[in-house]
């Protein structure tokens, strides 16, 4: 299968952690591990997925690596049993520059 990404994917140096902290489904507030972040989504490897197309805000727990959290929102792009793929509609600039520099 051809790799049709447009942006690269990046490996979290460690680990980080990513607390969904509102979602439009009736679903509360959940953890997970960050996989591979890229300039467009994240991959949230979870033991629970939210439907496709659900919005969500995050809060990526970045302490170790840059001393605060960061902030981010998207929408569940692809969800399977080891996760969801969100696709970013806003993220702090900070992650950006800390991951791509």
Do not use: W
């Not at 702090?92 to 991951?99: A, F, S």
Request: proline residues 2%.
């Amino acid at each position: 299968m051809r790799n049709r990404r447009k942006n690269t994917r990046v490996k979290v140096p460690g680990t980080m952690d990513a607390t969904i902290t509102y979602t439009d489904t009736m679903t509360g507030a959940r953890s997970g591990t960050v996989e591979n972040v890229s300039r467009n989504g994240i991959f949230l490897r979870a033991e629970f997925s939210l439907s496709k197309d659900a919005y969500v805000a995050l809060r990526l727990n970045t302490g170790q690596l840059i001393g605060k959290p960061l902030c981010a929102q998207g929408f569940v792009a692809r969800a399977d049993e080891n996760g969801m793929g969100i696709r970013f509609t806003y993220i702090e600039q900070d992650i950006l520059t800390l991951l791509f520099s």
